[in-house]
């Protein structure tokens, strides 16, 4: 068996591995990039080292460490506080303001499966609380920390964005976003009319929040500091997890937070997960591993179908593993070998055609947002129910995706 093949075999054992164990599968894909290079393709331990991806796990650690500040001292959870204040009561307009407010968080940065662990405690109880049905609630919680999961700012958008720059796609960070975020508004909308959202505006008003303390000095200079640093990264174009780590040193010295206390929401597992698998892509590509899995690629679609196709072959993959951690990094590398074996094909559609069918289906339970919503139930409620439900329609969401992509993709891409 040839280095190339050792390769695609390793890969389709970290997905095999993602879909029915708990191991972390960035641990497993290290030790079989090693594997394959040492002892398969005749390489020292010193190049494959060398092709350990540390530019991206700078940025990563970057950005966790920021946004692990907001959260530790208070400052997401106060303005989670402010922001349901700002409903007004109306049970109506919760269902919105969950997904604006999911989105507005997760575009500033900590992604969707720390804005949802924020949120989803307050938002299912405040759903319950308004009458809200729970699968509502949740899809407009899930939806919504999804929109905004691509931002240049987000760790998922730097993920994406080291795939996509894999591909030679660069520059097209806000693309990703938009395309995300419009799939993800159109699936939010859809619930709301499928699940009860215009039967609210026949409710009575309900309290959702009691009285609000106000911002305190940490979280005053937290929001002043981290506008600095987008602004920094947005106007100034400074690196962008560099700037993060010098953002966040500053917030420690100045006693915004405890730095054990920012390390403890570092998503350690997360980063070891999606180095350790573009550390075997990357092993794959050397040894001509890429080519041969985009081949395989390449036989289940055309030139006019591949957008649909990807999109939907990544969404069945996702629904059963990490979207951050295994589709993107394997994924959006393969797609300048795949429009060559195609003999066609738009490269930046169908980067795009992957970010969004993969992500779509992360609402399901079997994903960690859609267990979050399930696990902040609160005490009473049955979660059967809303684990069928949710797993129903992220299941949907696979020929959902493929059909977005397939026929409006390409006006993101222009």
Excluded at 307 to 330: D, E, F, K, Q
Excluded at 359 to 387: K, N, Q, W
Aim: glycine share 10%; net charge positive; proline share 5%.
């Amino acid at each position: 068996m040839t280095p190339a093949h050792l390769s695609v075999l390793a890969l389709l054992l970290v997905m095999a591995a993602s879909f029915g164990t708990r191991l972390n599968v960035g641990v497993l894909a290290v030790a079989l990039a090693w594997l394959v290079a040492v002892f398969g393709a005749g390489w020292n331990a010193e190049v494959v080292m060398a092709a350990f991806p540390a530019s991206l796990f700078v940025t990563l650690l970057g950005v966790t460490l920021l946004f692990g500040v907001m959260q530790a001292n208070g400052t997401m959870a106060a303005l989670t506080q402010r922001a349901l204040r700002a409903c007004g009561g109306r049970a109506a307009w919760l269902p919105l303001l969950l997904f604006s407010l999911a989105c507005a968080l997760s575009t500033m940065g900590p992604g969707a499966i720390a804005t949802v662990a924020l949120l989803a405690p307050v938002g299912m109880a405040a759903g319950a609380q308004a009458r809200v049905p729970p699968l509502l609630t949740a899809l407009m919680l899930g939806n919504g920390a999804n929109a905004g999961n691509l931002s240049p700012f987000s760790a998922v958008g730097v993920i994406v964005a080291a795939g996509m720059a894999k591909a030679g796609l660069t520059g097209h960070e806000w693309q990703a976003w938009a395309a995300n975020f419009v799939a993800h508004a159109l699936a939010a909308g859809l619930a709301w009319l499928l699940f009860g959202g215009t039967s609210l505006f026949r409710q009575r008003q309900t309290a959702l929040v009691g009285v609000v303390p106000p911002l305190a000095a940490r979280h005053w200079a937290t929001l002043a500091i981290g506008a600095a640093w987008v602004a920094a990264v947005v106007v100034l174009k400074v690196n962008l997890g560099l700037a993060a780590f010098a953002a966040a040193g500053t917030l420690v010295l100045v006693r915004a937070v405890d730095d054990t206390a920012m390390f403890r929401q570092v998503p350690w597992a997360v980063i070891v997960m999606v180095c350790g698998v573009s550390l075997l892509v990357g092993v794959l590509e050397a040894t001509g591993g890429l080519d041969l899995f985009s081949t395989a690629l390449a036989q289940v679609a055309t030139p006019h179908t591949v957008n649909g196709v990807i999109a939907l072959i990544t969404g069945a993959i996702s629904t059963y593993s990490s979207t951050s951690g295994v589709v993107y990094p394997t994924f959006l590398p393969t797609v300048p070998a795949l429009v060559e074996k195609l003999g066609g094909g738009n490269p930046l559609q169908i980067a795009l055609s992957i970010n969004v069918g993969a992500a779509l289906v992360d609402v399901s339970p079997l994903s960690t947002i859609g267990a979050l919503c399930v696990a902040a139930l609160p005490e009473g409620e049955d979660a059967r129910p809303l684990f069928r439900q949710l797993l129903l329609w992220g299941i949907s969401m696979t020929l959902v995706g493929a059909l977005f992509c397939q026929f409006t993709i390409g006006w993101f891409a222009r």
